[in-house]
């Protein structure tokens, strides 16, 4: 049984460009979240879906977006990339009411 | 979301027990806490979670004094590959369906030889 799988693994982007990272959740996950996190901090919720719907938000610009597919599969985008943006975006999955996450090796984006 | 307070960082050597303490003294009623795991370019692994009192797995054991105001983790006999970041989460999880966890700094534990 493959875990959560993200792709791609690594990617390069310049500024002001477009991103977009997928995520495939555990079998039987049906929730999928997403986080950021920066060099040397923990990870940061950017928001979480279920249902194909965004159910919450953290505190991130709208440039950031999100779908997920009927299969639960899903999708994160970054607009109009900043230097900032430079992180490692995980993807989490979880069961209907479970409280345990699990992670993907995540993608490591740099903007340059 | 309780807030968390853990120490940066610790040291042990292979075979010792570890014990991190975390301190989440805002912690509610339905909060239940959370510790994870994460090695270096890897996503966080769950290790345990509780409510009061003692739970412990194949990993590890969780200690919630009756006030719940803060928690320890111990690592039983500790090897190099424990080497990792550990985060301690505090959060209502009912409706979280898994989703909007809320890390902090972590606590980086480095096992020497």
């Known amino acids: 049984d493959a875990g959560v799988t993200q792709s791609p693994t690594h990617l390069i982007k310049t500024r002001g460009q477009q991103v977009t990272l997928r995520c495939s959740p555990k079998?039987?996950?049906?929730?999928v979240s997403w986080y950021q996190q920066a060099l040397g901090q923990g990870p940061q919720f950017i928001f979480q879906?279920?249902?194909?719907?965004?159910?919450q938000r953290g505190n991130f610009p709208d440039r950031f977006s999100g779908h997920q597919f009927p299969n639960y599969s899903s999708e994160l985008n970054v607009n109009a990339l900043l230097l900032g943006d430079s992180a490692l975006y995980l993807c989490?999955?979880?069961?209907?009411?479970?409280?345990?996450?699990?992670f993907g090796q995540g993608t490591r984006l740099t903007v340059v | 979301l309780a807030k968390t307070t853990q120490p940066i960082s610790m040291d042990s050597y292979e075979g010792q027990e570890v014990n991190i303490t975390c301190s989440h003294n805002?912690?509610?009623?339905?909060?239940?806490i959370t510790w994870y795991q994460q090695f270096p370019s890897q996503g966080p692994r769950f290790i345990i979670q509780?409510?009061?009192t003692k739970v412990t797995n194949e990993v590890a054991s969780l200690f919630i004094p009756a006030d719940r105001k803060s928690s320890t983790l111990s690592l039983p006999r500790v090897s190099l590959s424990d080497t990792a970041v550990y985060y301690c989460?505090?959060?209502?999880?009912?409706?979280?369906?898994?989703?909007?966890?809320?890390f902090g700094q972590g606590t980086e534990l480095s096992v020497k030889p």
């Open positions: 989490a999955s979880s069961p209907l009411a479970n409280t345990e996450a699990f």
């Open positions: 079998s039987g996950h049906d929730t």
């Open positions: 879906y279920y249902e194909e719907e965004e159910r």
């Open positions: 805002n912690i509610a009623t339905n909060d239940y």
């Open positions: 509780g409510y009061k």
């Open positions: 989460l505090v959060g209502d999880m009912r409706y979280n369906q898994g989703g909007k966890l809320i």
